[in-house]
């Protein structure tokens, strides 16, 4: 994929399929790709029977550039075909183009909910797919279903010349980032933000700022980046959530998550403002 392209989203898919298409194949939580040289990609064909891939579900995804992109999931012990291979979405952020990881990440939530929605969470009857939206109705006590978001806020909170950043229990081994979590029912944003920090790291911040936001398909969230100043307190981690935490100068920073990630952003934004990335 040479030149950018973007990616309209679409239900409807077309009533018959002309030109190969881009396969979003799952098997668990891993990618069908094919690798070469320091590139991946998905494989584009007309139908999986090429391949001799049979789907236990797929989906209509809508197009990327001219080409038609769906999802599909295969069993658990199916595999790979001839020169192809099974990767985390994670291990792919290095071999995929931005449009690619964009889609990818789509398709993965709109396996994911397919999955796990199949019967009514009301009445427990088989859910049917709504034709002309991403929907499940039930037929029988008409609950419908959309795909599942989670919203989660991740702040840069700074103190003068420092950042927080902490390690949680989930995060990948060494790596740091700007404190980050659900939201809760009920709350605004900015509160949610305010109650996260507290209670992973007993700091009180003020002059909340929106920054930007980035889908993470891990498995349904949606990333809300702030920045704020520091307002009070001193650092007493939360121990259920965190394994460490503490205030970091630009030049002098713990290891940093994936350059593609909203946390890595929010702390380039920080070393801008320092000056250092100037």
């Known amino acids: 994929m040479s030149e950018k392209k ?60 001219d080409r038609h992109c769906y999802s599909a999931e295969l069993a658990e012990d199916a595999q790979a075909p001839k020169g192809m291979t099974f990767k985390g979405l994670r291990q792919l952020w290095d071999l995929f183009d931005e449009e690619l990881i964009a889609v990818s990440g789509y398709a993965a939530q709109i396996v994911t909910w ?9 009445c427990g009857t088989k859910m049917e ?31 003068d010349d420092k950042l927080l950043l902490a390690h949680g229990h989930l995060s990948p081994p060494g790596v740091y980032s700007p404190i980050a979590g659900f939201v809760e029912p009920g709350e605004t944003l900015e509160k949610s933000i305010q109650r996260e920090v507290k209670e992973e790291t007993g700091i009180d911040v003020k ?38 935490a503490g205030w970091y100068t630009a030049d002098n920073l713990p290891p940093l998550p994936h350059k593609i990630s909203i946390s890595r952003q929010l702390i380039e934004w920080f070393i801008t403002e320092t000056g250092l990335g100037q």
């Open 114 to 122: 397919d999955r796990t929605h199949r019967f009514c969470g009301c």
């Open 6 to 65: 973007s990616f309209v989203p679409a239900v409807v898919a077309p009533l018959e399929r002309n030109g190969s298409a881009w396969w979003f194949v799952f098997r668990d939580n891993t990618l069908l790709v094919r690798v070469k040289d320091s590139s991946a990609y998905p494989p584009c064909v007309v139908d999986l029977a090429e391949l001799n891939l049979v789907p236990t579900r797929q989906q209509y995804l809508g197009m990327l550039g």
């Open 207 to 244: 002059d909340i700022q929106y920054f930007g936001s980035q889908s993470w398909p891990f498995p349904h969230s949606l990333l809300m980046g702030f920045t704020a100043a520091y307002a009070g307190g001193e650092i007493k981690i939360d121990e259920t959530e965190l394994e460490d």
């Open 129 to 159: 797919t709504d034709p002309k939206e991403r929907a499940k109705v039930c037929s029988q006590c008409n609950l419908i279903s959309f795909p599942r978001l989670s919203p989660v806020v991740i702040v840069a909170v700074v103190r």
